[in-house]
């Protein structure tokens, strides 16, 4: 939608209510139907009169959501706001509830904001938006329900929401990262510590820094404002949380100098690989960091890991004959940033054929669960970013740099994270 606000509009239009009003409970998903007091300036009467042209529509007229999207943008586009409306009122009204679907009730808020409608109305679609998306039970819809409802301040049925997101894409952050943004709304310190060891479970390529930073500086601000209340022991709690969740059970870097591209790939206990074309494992392994050029490093972490043996092959993918690397350096630290903390240091030789796999052997891992299955394509296209003109394999193939993931902050407004180079 466009934040440009009708022309025409002289008269009072609909307003947003359930089907049965005053009853005093919102039921699960309405048939909304058209009231007396408007959302907006206003509507044509008589035979132009938009609501009943789009009801009578929709009435006779089957159409598919897809159907749908086309109608309201090119309404958009034409700035007929109004009708943009109108339509997805009739829609609505019309269609079964296994026709309605979240981003309808999303679209009917933008609308009435566009309109100058009154925040209950508004308030009330997105309510209904909440109510699709937790009978589709789709993590899509439900962090959109959830971003909606956040952005417009009202959070009451935000954590619902996100919690099952997070539950059925544990491998995704934006459901983790907008619960670390609610707790700090909502000063809950629980939903706040809950949501980063769930964050820092696990590495995220591309990103891990910036999480990692802006997690502890979000449960700092809490705990300060917490204080500010004379609620210093929830503050107390919350800190304390911060050294377990921000530990990892396994951490590995490799460096070089000279001038060169290397690869780390960590075959895990179960069978994984973590490397450059699966930079993240189902058994909890990521591939943070891929260097080469002027970043020589390649960092490796597992936060939850299985116990096990972790085998470190290194696979050379470059060489500057002018400048030649001498010497290779592996550091592996097994329970990192915890007073079991064990750090080993490896001097290599690039390229020896005799050289053995180092292996690190893990105990104590605190990974439980597998993670859900993520194609190695569909990592890496959140990973990269595709450059102008060429196809996503093969810049792949051309070693391209990889950009931070575009995932919501921690907290809006803040710098993007700074991308790793490739």
Known sequence: MKSKQPQDDTAAGP??????????????????????VAAGRGRPAGPSDPYKFWSEYYRKHDESS??????????????????????????????????REPWMYIALAIAVEELKGKPEDIKLALNYAADAAQRTHNPNDLVKAADALFL???????????????????????????????????????????????LLSLGWPGSDDYFRREARKQAEELAARLREEARGKEADELLARLPAAEA???????????????????????????????????????????GYGNHPEEIYVCPRGFDGDYTVRITTVYTNPDKPPTRLTLETITHEGTSEEKKQTHTLVPDDPRAKPVVVHLTGGRRKTVLPFLSPEAILESWFVTSSGSQGTKARKDRRQPAAADAPKATRGDARPDAPKR
């Open 15 to 36: 307003t947003i209510r359930p089907a049965a009003p005053g009853a005093g409970v919102r039921p699960a998903l309405i048939p909304i139907a058209p009231g007396s």
């Open 248 to 290: 990892r059970d396994l951490y590995i870097r490799l460096a070089w100098d000279g001038e060169a591209d290397y690869d780390l790939a960590i075959q895990e206990p179960l069978g994984a690989v973590a490397q450059f074309s699966m930079p993240r494992t189902v058994f909890g392994g990521s591939i943070i960091k891929n």
């Open 152 to 198: 417009k301040g009202y959070y009451e049925r935000i954590g619902p929401l996100l919690d099952e997101a997070a539950t059925k894409v544990p491998h995704r952050s934006e459901p983790l990262v907008m619960s670390i943004n609610l707790a700090r709304k909502t000063k809950d310190p629980k939903r706040m510590g809950d949501s980063i060891d769930r």
């Open 66 to 99: 897809d159907q749908l999207r086309e109608t309201l943008r090119l309404l958009n586009l034409s700035q007929k706001f109004t009708e943009v409306h109108a339509a997805l009122l009739g829609y609505l009204n019309h269609r079964g509830s296994k026709d």
